[in-house]
């Protein structure tokens, strides 16, 4: 305090005093200096009633870092399983006394999203006490002040609301007040009564009066450990939106195993996760607007056939006990829809499973979604326009432009830009395919010195095509290697070859050739139609052809259909086929380069559990008992049941056995 500051409160002191004429008898007026070290007590007491206010106003605003040390040590610094096993010990305590620890229903007045939309406009610092609103959620974050306030994080539909939780509004007393918080954990679910209002620094929040645990996180859930993370941006309202880069090593639980695993972890901690698979949904949800405007209907068609037919590929082959015969998961939907057109349904389109029991990896899964369409009275030229509207038309619906982001290359290289502008770019096969790699195919495909001329190619320029080498392999490797390695914006491979096209009609003006396209973004195909043939003769013949190679231990050509050519030989109109991969269409608008990303449940090893000494019988509990110490003999006594077992299924296998 300044000495002029003093002097003056000094000043007003003394004229106070010399004023009062009321002084009791026996006092005397006070000096000069008594007066200004009465002021200068005075003031500074009125400074340190000041900073308290600050100090309590800034606890109630940010929490204190001590506070939220103390509650994360009591919380959650232990062992997990500890962390499981004392909160399973806490709600066997509350059953004991009758208390029923999953209420079966919370009446919510509105949801997060509606709350925030109705008192997102609120002027800080205002509380709306008259008003009651009742909110459901999941709690992502706690931290406190003190026993008699705590601050939650409530998330719900992929947004969040702050929860206020004063002693001081709630309907229980202090020490039930504290009590109740205190057994809160992050990852609860909970239901809460209260009024809106904002803190003062603006954040919506909602005052609880009453609260109640509706289910409870048993599990210690992961804790953001570093800022700039995917969870502080979420915090800051910068969402991200699809064609938008994204980095999964920011993410709250970053590990990949446990993210596909437990999907449902993945979801609750990472917000970009649940974007990622609301954009899957809006792809689907685009695709079939598009159809139903062009007047097509959607239509479901079996998904375990009598023969695989419909693409080449290996397929998953299951059993019919009460029909007493193999049945095959299907490749492609692709001759049932077909057969619709014949009976008259002239647009028809399917959105659903397909399933190739064939590798795993970053851009393949066994199961795995497509739309299909088949439209009569048009051909591949038409589906080309078709394919740059609906695709152009979505990534600027979903994106707000034409082009992605995209690491292509890793996380650690700088993404590249994807373009999907119409028209799309246009390669015709074995034209460019001889130019690219200087080669003069001969003119009949089929032919023995065509594939004698292929396998010297492909071992001229280095590129692999393992057993079976026929001709439509060697030509898939070749233009593997030399044309889709050029595709990076959206590019349509036209015209195909018979051979590699049993299902397509031939070239009208292309001998040897078909009406075929393949769309090909970053170097992969997402996209594949064809004008379809719908001559039986011919299609017979395809499928002879196609038997020839998987006579020659190529396990992915077709099977003959005879069902499908009698169906053409009532008249398949001019039609055109479509069909196109809804997971890679997400990778690609979601920055993933891994399939699995964009899969809620993504094919998985199981994981290998140690065997315990439960599930050991037999001589193996002698092994147990008496000759390995643990853990080694648990180890010894599952390879040693592992190989009983082999052993009894040879013997099984080799032996007639009366049942």
């Known amino acids: 305090m300044s000495t002029s500051a003093a002097d003056s409160a000094a000043e007003s002191v003394g004229k106070l005093s010399m004023d009062d004429t009321n002084l009791p008898e026996g006092e005397t007026q006070l000096s000069k200096n008594a007066l200004k070290k009465m002021a200068k007590n005075k003031q500074k007491e009125e400074e340190r009633r000041k900073k308290e206010e600050e100090k309590a106003a800034k606890q109630a605003a940010m929490w ?49 999203p509606e ?80 009024f809106p209002g904002k803190s003062k620094k603006g ?52 590990d990949q195993e446990t993210r596909y695993r437990q999907r449902y972890l ?23 607007r598009f159809l139903d405007n062009m007047d097509f209907i959607e239509v479901e068609t079996p998904m375990m056939n009598m023969i695989p037919g ?54 393949h899964n066994p199961e795995f979604t497509t739309c299909e369409f088949y439209m009569a009275f048009a051909d591949y030229n038409d589906l080309m326009e078709l394919t740059e509207q609906m695709l152009s038309g979505m990534v600027k619906e979903l994106t707000g432009g034409y082009t992605v982001k995209y690491h292509a290359n890793g996380l650690d290289k700088d993404p590249i830009t994807i373009d999907f502008t119409p028209p799309f770019r246009r390669i015709d096969m074995i034209e460019e395919l001889e130019k690219m790699a200087n080669l003069n195919i001969p003119k009949d495909l089929a032919s023995e010195e065509t594939n004698k001329y292929l396998i010297d190619a492909c071992v001229k320029y280095d590129v692999k095509c393992p057993p079976p080498q026929t001709t439509t392999r060697l030509l898939d490797k070749l233009v593997g290697h030399f044309l889709e390695e050029t595709c990076v914006n959206p590019s349509f491979i036209i015209n195909h070859p018979e051979i590699m096209s049993p299902l397509a009609k031939w070239h009208r003006s292309k001998p040897g050739l078909t009406e075929r396209f393949e769309l090909f973004v970053n170097k992969h195909e997402v996209c594949n139609a064809y004008t379809e043939l719908n001559d039986p003769v011919v299609q017979r013949q395809r499928f002879a052809d196609q038997l020839k190679d998987r006579q020659s231990g190529d396990d992915e050509a077709m099977a003959l259909d005879e069902t499908f050519c009698t169906a053409l030989e009532y008249g398949l109109p001019p039609t055109g086929g479509w069909g196109i991969g809804i997971d890679r269409l997400t990778m690609l608008l979601t920055d993933s380069q891994n399939i699995k990303e964009v899969l809620l449940f993504p094919a998985m090893k199981p994981q290998d559990e140690p065997p315990t000494k439960g599930t050991v019988s037999g001589l193996g509990n002698l092994l147990h008992t008496y000759f390995l110490p643990p853990p080694s003999r648990y180890l010894a006594v599952d390879k040693f049941s592992k190989f009983l077992v082999k052993v009894y299924k040879v013997y099984n296998e080799r032996t007639p056995v009366d049942h």
């Open 266 to 288: 993945d979801l609750m901690v990472n917000g970009e996760v649940r974007e990622i698979f609301k954009t899957r949904s809006k792809v689907i949800s685009y695709i079939r």
């Open 64 to 112: 204190s870092t001590q506070g939220q040390k103390a509650q994360a040590a009591d919380d959650e610094d232990m062992d997990p399983t500890q962390y499981f096993e004392n909160r399973v010990k806490s709600l066997a305590a509350l059953k004991e006394v009758g208390i029923n620890p999953y209420p079966h229903k919370f009446f919510e007045t509105m949801s997060i």
């Open 115 to 194: 709350y925030i939309q109705k008192y997102g406009g609120l002027e800080n610092g205002v509380h709306l006490e008259n008003e009651q609103v009742s909110l459901v959620g999941r709690i992502m974050s706690k931290r406190s002040s003190s026993s008699k306030l705590f601050f939650y994080d409530l998330h719900w539909s992929g947004v969040k609301v702050q929860v206020m939780a004063d002693a001081r509004t709630s309907e229980l007393d202090e020490a039930e007040f504290s009590k109740f918080h205190a057994g809160v954990k992050r990852g609860d679910i909970v239901g809460l009564t209260g």
């Open 310 to 363: 419909g693409a080449a590929a290996r397929p998953f082959v299951t059993y019919h006990n009460d029909l007493n015969m193999k049945l095959y998961m299907r490749i492609a939907p692709e001759l049932y829809l077909k057969e619709l057109v014949v009976g008259g349904l002239g647009r028809v389109y399917e959105i659903g499973k397909q399933f190739r029991n064939e590798s795993i990896d970053l851009t």
């Open 203 to 254: 954040e919506l929040s909602i005052f609880p009066k009453s609260a109640v645990v509706l289910s409870h996180c048993l599990h210690m859930m992961p804790r953001q450990k570093k800022a700039g993370s995917a969870a502080d941006n979420e915090k800051k309202g910068e969402v991200w939106i699809p064609g938008k880069t994204r980095n999964p090593e920011m993410y709250v639980l970053k």
